[in-house]
């Protein structure tokens, strides 16, 4: 097969990275929230490469609102090849919801079925098995869905007897179900139809739940759905991204690409990039990922704790968090930091007086403080 029919065989996928991240604020004050990393990788990275594994090589980024958001991923994904993808970035103009992110990709996406992928999704398995059997199916949507156990939060399938969909209650108090719509979905060019028709909810914007519920209710579309096996988590929250840390790290691979002084004891499985190093005294008990260029030096980092690149640890504890980047903490032995997503730019040391152990922190970029 040629390169030409290669391409227009090959897929469409639509990334939706815009969206304000206000639950996951300061740290989204100035950056896209999907660049968050999860085991020192963007959930952005993880879409993308979901998406090549399931054929998908032409890949529009919905973006927005403002030019540091937009500049922050445009910078980090580049054009795709490194992926060995085509990526064409798709500008939304304002905040007006996800099924008005999704008919910003109309004019990319033509006339052929594609995916849709929210940027801040991540699943366990990866989703070419579902793309592939919503392919042969000749349908308008392929909707995912997931056991939770507090659906309350999210979208929540009302199933009938032969187990096919036929509603969404979108956060409801009483839950006809333990199984949520995930922020996965397959579609025919026909969705931008139902989009046109739609208007805007209560606060303004035009919701992919409304979409949905015009799909399935509609005897003019055809809808099917699949139960996601394994985990699957929305990172929305700073609780959330922390809980998709642990899970992809329980995977880690091990490897040493810097230096570990004789003296220092590395226990389970520990990655350590290029140009750093970890002093004698240090105690690492992984899964744990550390970034390149970063410096160790007395200290303990307990299991899922990802480090980025050039930070340095001196002295005390860290435990299941996530420390972005270009960081600074000089603890106290006594001191420990559990839980906690912390920015890059961010300089923590020990005050004097003597404070409880095990502090939680939800620091923004370009932060300091003492603890």
């Not at 691979?253 to 005294?281: F, S, W």
């Amino acid at each position: 097969m040629d390169d030409q029919n290669k391409k227009e065989d090959c897929m469409k996928g639509v990334i939706l990275a815009g969206g304000l991240g206000a639950r996951l604020r300061p740290l989204t004050h100035t950056g896209a929230k999907q660049l968050i990393p999860i085991a020192n990788k963007p959930v952005l990275e993880y879409c993308i490469e979901d998406l090549k594994e399931a054929g998908i090589c032409d890949i529009g980024i919905v973006v927005g609102y403002t030019p540091e958001r937009i500049k922050s991923i445009t910078d980090t994904v580049g054009n795709g090849s490194r992926w060995g993808v085509n990526v064409t970035y798709i500008e939304q103009d304002a905040p007006r919801g996800i099924a008005h992110a999704i008919y910003c990709a109309k004019d990319f996406v033509g006339d052929q079925p594609f995916v849709v992928y929210l940027g801040d999704n991540m699943l366990k398995g990866g989703i070419a098995p579902y793309v592939e059997r919503f392919k042969t199916e000749d349908i308008d949507a392929g909707i995912l869905f997931v056991h939770v156990d507090d659906p309350k939060p999210y979208g929540v399938a009302v199933l009938d007897g032969n187990g096919k969909i036929i509603d969404i209650q979108e956060k409801p108090e009483q839950p006809p179900s333990d199984l949520v719509i995930i922020g996965i979905y397959y579609f025919s060019p026909r969705v931008f139809r139902v989009i046109e028709q739609l208007n805007p909810s209560g606060r303004g914007e035009y919701e992919i739940s409304d979409t949905l519920r015009v799909l399935i209710r509609s005897p003019a579309y055809r809808v099917n759905s699949a139960r996601v096996n394994g985990w699957w988590d929305d990172t929305g929250t700073a609780e959330a991204v922390l809980r998709a840390n642990r899970l992809v790290m329980i995977d880690l691979k091990p490897y040493c690409r810097g230096t570990v002084e004789q003296g220092a004891l590395m226990t389970e499985n520990v990655a350590i990039g290029e140009g750093t190093i970890v002093r004698t005294g240090s105690v690492i008990k992984g899964p744990v990922i550390i970034g390149k260029n970063c410096l160790i030096d007395r200290a303990y980092l307990g299991p899922y704790t990802s480090i980025g690149d050039r930070c340095t640890v001196i002295s005390g504890e860290i435990e299941s968090s996530i420390i972005i980047g270009d960081t600074r903490i000089v603890l106290d032995p006594s001191k420990r930091i559990v839980n906690s997503l912390i920015g890059r730019h961010t300089v923590i040391t020990s005050a004097r007086e003597s404070l409880p152990s095990g502090y939680k922190l939800i620091l923004g970029e370009n932060s300091e403080v003492q603890i």
